[in-house]
């Protein structure tokens, strides 16, 4: 049962460790750094795992963003695997294989002293749901084609706007493109089968 249930598991479980972290945030922010506590709408999580907050406070929650982000990384790794499990393609399904197993460090990395490898985890993230995404436009998933565009464009939005220095609008839709990634593996996870993909081959071509 856990087994089966280890990645909403692990995301519940990262979710409620973050929410934990963000009330124990004294304050500051990029926007305003006097400002007092953590508000979603101003504050990057990045914030969250610093000793201290940006307004110069000792920040309490960090121990809780930590565990929750290692969460939140083992619930992607194991999500990346047990999709490799169902696309019918064995060098797609390494590749998707190999980006979990690599994901749960880099993701982890984020909230350590080297978290600038850690955004490679980014990356990784968005080639596994990229390659998921061609899969699922050549299945009839037609909710999950929504869905992973959807996402995408999430992603995109924010490097966009964080690039430009929209900090404001950046911040925001960081929250959006989590949320929808994590609602996107979430369902992939738990409504499909290897029998969504089994006739897709590489080529456009199907048996």
């Known amino acids: 049962m856990i087994r089966k249930y280890s990645v909403l598991i692990c995301m519940a479980t990262s979710l409620i460790l973050i929410v934990i972290a963000t009330l124990a945030y004294p304050g500051g922010s990029l926007?305003?750094?006097?400002?007092?506590?953590f508000d979603w709408s101003k504050n990057f999580l990045s914030n969250l795992f610093a000793t201290k907050a940006i307004n110069g406070s000792d920040n309490p929650g960090w121990i809780w963003a930590l565990v929750g982000i290692a969460f939140h990384s083992v619930g992607y790794g194991i999500f990346f695997i047990n999709i490799s499990k169902k696309i019918?393609?064995?060098?797609?399904?390494?590749?998707?294989?190999?980006?979990?197993?690599?994901?749960?460090?880099f993701i982890f990395l984020i909230a350590t002293p080297l978290h600038d490898l850690g955004t490679i985890?980014?990356?990784?993230t968005l080639t596994g749901l990229f390659i998921i995404t061609v899969f699922i436009l050549k299945s009839k998933l037609l909710l999950f084609k929504f869905g992973c565009i959807?996402?995408?464009?999430?992603?995109?939005?924010?490097f966009f706007l964080?690039?430009?220095g929209y900090l404001g609008l950046s911040v925001i839709m960081q929250k959006v493109y989590i949320l929808s990634s994590m609602l996107l593996v979430l369902g992939?996870?738990?409504?499909?089968?290897?029998?969504?993909?089994?006739?897709i081959k590489l080529g456009g071509q199907k048996t």
């Open 31 to 37: 926007l305003d750094k006097n400002s007092i506590g």
């Open 150 to 158: 959807i996402c995408l464009l999430t992603y995109y939005c924010f």
């Open 121 to 124: 985890s980014i990356i990784l």
């Open 188 to 199: 992939l996870e738990y409504f499909t089968k290897y029998e969504d993909f089994e006739q």
């Open 162 to 164: 964080f690039g430009f």
């Open 88 to 105: 019918p393609s064995r060098q797609w399904g390494t590749s998707l294989k190999t980006i979990g197993a690599i994901n749960i460090l």
